[in-house]
């Protein structure tokens, strides 16, 4: 611990950390400068000097959620040769991250959804995540398909654009109050409906 009076060292990765946190929680548009400077918890010129502006910590605070969606959510769908057990997995993930105590919802489903037309850039990127997001799970289907866990007419875009719709309803659901237990409820019916696209006997 510091002496007396010796001013706290800054630690940008915590400050980055605490500054996500808060996006998280609030989206771009519901977070100001002030705010951000005191979750952090430093002089506003520290935070000032290590960031830049809001519009620079906004963008690397997704950047920092981002990893994390994809060490969670996006990795999990790789961890299983089978689909069911995969999709189970990375909604299980997604659940952990959007029903924290203190954070509801995601930051690239809900964090930029309605923001001024100054900083349409902010919508844009993170629709464009939201763009790679379906895509990992468009080719998560696509290889089950080829390994034969799918019926021939079961389309890898139309399943990736459903259960994405999914995921992106799970997060707005999050974010007006529903509980853990309510999200997990939700996630078991849309596993249920896989089953009408897998093979009744797959390959072992």
């Known amino acids: 611990m510091p002496p007396a009076g010796r001013p706290r060292t800054f630690n940008r990765e915590e400050a980055l950390q605490r500054?996500?946190?808060?996006?998280?929680?609030?989206?771009?548009?519901g977070t100001t400068m002030a705010d951000l400077v005191a979750a952090i918890g430093m002089k506003a010129p520290s935070v000032y000097a290590a960031f830049g502006n809001k519009d620079a910590l906004f963008k690397e605070a997704v950047e920092l959620y981002t990893s994390r969606v994809e060490q969670g959510p996006l990795n999990a769908l790789?961890?299983?040769d089978s689909i069911g057990q995969a999709l189970e997995n990375s909604f299980a993930n997604s659940v952990n991250m959007m029903s924290s105590p203190e954070i509801s919802s995601c930051l690239i489903m809900a964090g930029a959804i309605n923001c001024a037309p100054e900083h349409q850039e902010h919508v844009q990127h993170l629709r464009s995540l939201r763009v790679v997001y379906k895509e990992t799970l468009r080719n998560r289907f696509l290889r089950a398909k080829n390994?034969?866990?799918?019926?021939?007419?079961?389309?890898?875009?139309?399943?990736?654009?459903?259960?994405?719709?999914f995921i992106h309803g799970l997060a707005l659901r999050a974010k007006d109050g529903?509980?853990?237990?309510?999200?997990?409820?939700s996630c078991k019916f849309a596993l249920q409906a896989l089953a009408l696209v897998?093979?009744?006997?797959q390959p072992r």
């Open 19 to 29: 500054a996500m946190l808060l996006f998280w929680k609030n989206g771009y548009e």
């Open 198 to 201: 897998l093979r009744q006997s």
């Open 78 to 80: 790789e961890q299983s």
């Open 178 to 185: 529903s509980t853990k237990a309510e999200l997990e409820s």
């Open 147 to 165: 390994d034969g866990e799918l019926i021939e007419d079961a389309d890898p875009e139309a399943l990736a654009e459903f259960y994405f719709s």
